[in-house]
């Protein structure tokens, strides 16, 4: 009762006024309105027994795959943003005597209500989808809004789950303040990324790469399905452990050649914490790789529908075809949602850092320069790095004339401009949060 | 007051927030070289006035006129960028624990507002290191702040402030944070380095010891000056010891807050 009553009261719009609030309230809707359609749209192929039937599952596995650590990545930060806001206050909190099972259960109860809230508005804006959703055509027919309503059991269950993450997250993140009630202010430590990660990184590449290219000493069909599904999902996931190591590495190098204020805190702000770095534009990595795999899927189906086939054949090559599209604009969506939360919780988590400048007569623009340069350098590296990673991983299976067809370079080309220009729109929509952190501050009551 | 001296000159401000009236018609002339500390109880408008001299908010009317070697400013006719312009060019400032920039070492900071300035990094790191070692912190540049003491950390902030050689630092509770010991060093080196340097120092302070330590005092209730004393005239800052409270003659109703 008494958590319930102080979670009341923290719950007034703090000096990160309705943003923290708002914003993972609707990472976490649109993350369980996509999650709830991704799955649906799945299941619509596992109701058939015909001899194309396997195929469909097959590709509808893979592209769940594929989207599945985009839509756990969107939830996790979504949590993080959540959790973190309140840091300063929790920190105070202990400071003033609160014991640590109080905290805790107050961060995860706030936590747990916002991604609550959030799936909520998640199932309604999916169950309002499903009309529009319903008219895509698989099959040669379209789809239809009532093969796309999930057992309310399911949706049940993916609400719950989103609140569970949520709930591991705010306690991954409440650690730091239950440890040190001064560590949070005082940002003590600068946190390491192991050299190890590079190795993992690697050998799980290399894994994936002997699986992709022989899945046939793994037996049966259905074997070989799940292999190659659990192969490009372990790639996608190879990228978040490797990444923050090459950022780190790209970082030193810039902080040693930063002749201006705005490199040398972007430098210093990625080396600060290469992870958080990372996690603001991974969802490009992501996209770079979906892109990667879609694009020679084009290719494949470009060469091919020259050829006589039979009619199933033709329906099967227009479907991938609508499928590869499908998961672009997912991951793609899933991306600017993660951007906007992403930044909205670096400027807030950073709030001191800008005040501080402020007052010393550091233009915003500077400060705003310095921002997006501590996105835009991780960027390149990240782009570059997923690319090749996925195209290492495609080679055994489709060859090179086929990832280096024109019609699969477009593909890719385009997904990492609307990769980037998303994260630019991203920097771009978060300053009025810089410019009003900055307002905030200088008004002081005494 | 000599008008050739007067280096800040606050004319009938007011800042209001909503139904507070934080200033409510502000005069204030402060000297060339002189340090100045701004005392009141909490809510009386003291962080106000500082921020509205230091042109880091504009008030809502009255007059706040700087003037340089090259000639008279009014700061509060400048616009934002114009403010930020003569803060970054013109001011230092040593505010309470948590705005040095913690992702940077003790070096960095310190270089930063010159690298603002346009001097380029290795001769602003070399400058910042000559600062460093004044106020004591040889061996520390590399530290990032979380790695320093609190008076350490406070002494890293005055070398800042000092960087680029401003005309006024201004201090918001520079000591707040510390235990005596170290509050006396930290002023002993803020005084030594701007006083001590011609420069003038104006402080918002709750202790009365710190307070003690300048050369004048001007105390605030509900956004209006009460008192402002000077205490000897010619007073030489650098050498003074600290004096004790009751030399000072604070008002009774002043004396228990002291933090």
Known sequence: MRTLA??????????????????????????????????????????????????YQALALLACALLLVPLVTLGGSAARLSARRRDDRLATLRLLGANTAFVARLTVLESVLLAIV???????LYLALTPLVGLISFRGHPLGAGALLLNPLVVAAVVVGVGLLAAVSAVIGLRAVVISPLGVRARQSAPKVHWMRIVLGVLVIGAVVLAVAQPSMFGGALTIVIVLVVAFAAANAVLGLVGPFVIRMFAKSGLKHATTPQRLIAARTVLESPKA???????????????????????????????????????????????????????????????????????LDRRDLYVSLDRMGMPVKTMDAARVRSVLSPLRIVTIGSAVAAVVVILPIAGAALIFAPASLLTIAASIVGGILLIWLGLLATRPVLTRVLAEPVAPRE | MDAMTVILEASALTKSYGDTHALAGVDLSIEAGEAVAIMGASGSGKTTLLHVLAGILAPDAGSMLLRTGRGEIEISGLNDRAR??????????VFQQGLLIPELTALENVALPLMLRGTPRTDAEQLAARWLAELGLTGLEQRRIGQLSGGQAQRVAVARAQAIEPLVVFADEPTGALDSTTSSEVMDALIASTTGRGRTLVVVTHDEGIAARCGRVVRLRDGRIVESRSRVAGFDYAQTPPASQAAFGAPAEQRGETR
């Open chain 1, 6 to 55: 102080i979670a009341r009261l923290l719950a007034r719009p703090a000096a990160s006024g309705r943003t923290a609030i708002v914003l993972p309230i609707v990472a976490f809707g649109v993350a369980t309105a996509l999650l709830l359609t991704t799955l649906a749209g799945a299941m619509t192929f596992f109701g058939r027994h015909d001899e194309l039937a396997f195929t």
């Open chain 1, 277 to 347: 770095a990372w996690r603001q534009v991974s969802g490009v990595s992501m996209t770079t790789f979906v892109a990667v795999f879609a694009g020679t899927a084009l290719a494949m189906i470009g060469a091919v529908s020259g050829e006589r086939m039979p009619h199933s054949q033709e329906v099967l090559l227009a479907d991938i075809r609508t499928g590869v599209f499908i998961t672009l604009a997912i991951s793609f969506l899933m991306v600017a949602c993660s951007i906007g939360v992403g930044q909205a919780s670096a400027i």
């Open chain 1, 118 to 124: 959030g799936a909520s508005g998640g199932v309604v």
């Open chain 2, 84 to 93: 930020s312009a003569l803060r970054r060019e013109t001011f230092g400032f």
